[in-house]
């Protein structure tokens, strides 16, 4: 398996344009989770789903983050408008939800920078 | 809400053994995992408790109290390659489903 794949893997944008970030999970697994990973604040969690169902969205920093899911292979984290304080870097990352460990595997990640 | 912490940095010697604490406060507890990031690099998993006690796993070893809402990553025989940020992460049941929240992690450097 080719693990978690995001694109792209580094975004440098300027203030007010929009951002399109991707994920594909592991094949097989059910849940995928968007987190944003700074010095200051470290891996805060944005959102999560589970089958393709958004489950908590509490960690969206406001309105202008989105994420979808169309699809069990399939994941988007949109900034629309992008600012300087977005700067980051956004994890993605899936596991097989089930009674056990729910082990994150993570992507890559993609590196944001708002100028 | 959880609450997570952990030393921010961490240096020990090559060959030598150190202990990297973390304490959480959550609800529908449910699992803390230990997870390595390297510099530039994404988080991997290390290590997952969910009874109390010991876990060892080579090299590495991981402690939980559940009561006292404590654990521990131990490394042994530090190498330098161990250099890079630990990462505790406590899974806690959210309406059905397992959310995991991590703490800020602490930057261990390994010195000759």
């Known amino acids: 398996d080719a693990g978690v794949i995001q694109s792209p893997r580094h975004e440098v944008t300027e203030m007010g344009q929009e951002v399109t970030l991707r994920c594909k999970p592991i094949?097989?697994?059910?849940?995928l989770f968007w987190y944003r990973q700074t010095m200051m604040r470290g891996l805060e969690l944005l959102i999560y789903?589970?089958?393709?169902?958004?489950?908590?969205d509490s960690g969206m920093p406001e309105d202008r983050f989105s994420a979808k899911m169309p699809n069990a292979s399939f994941s988007t984290l949109k900034i629309q408008p992008s600012e300087p304080r977005d700067s980051a870097v956004y994890f993605c990352?899936?596991?097989?939800?089930?009674?056990?460990?729910?082990?994150?595997?993570f992507g890559a990640g993609s590196r944001l920078t708002v100028l | 809400g959880q609450n997570i912490d952990q030393p921010t940095e961490m240096t020990a010697t090559e060959g030598a053994i150190v202990q990297i604490n973390c304490t959480y406060q959550?609800?529908?507890?449910?699992?803390l995992f230990w997870y390595q990031q390297h510099a530039g690099e994404a988080p991997t998993f290390l290590s997952y408790?969910?009874?109390?006690g010991l876990e060892e796993k080579g090299r590495f070893s991981s402690f939980l109290s559940r009561s006292k809402g404590y654990s521990y990553l131990l490394l042994k025989e530090l190498q330098m390659k161990d250099s890079a940020s630990y990462l505790c992460?406590?899974?806690?049941?959210?309406?059905?489903?397992?959310?995991?929240?991590f703490g800020t992690g602490t930057k261990l450097q390994v010195i000759p």
């Open positions: 408790n969910v009874l109390d």
């Open positions: 094949s097989g697994h059910n849940s």
């Open positions: 990352a899936s596991s097989q939800h089930s009674s056990g460990a729910n082990v994150l595997t």
């Open positions: 789903f589970n089958n393709n169902v958004p489950i908590d």
């Open positions: 992460a406590v899974s806690a049941d959210s309406g059905g489903y397992q959310k995991v929240t």
């Open positions: 959550t609800s529908g507890f449910n699992g």
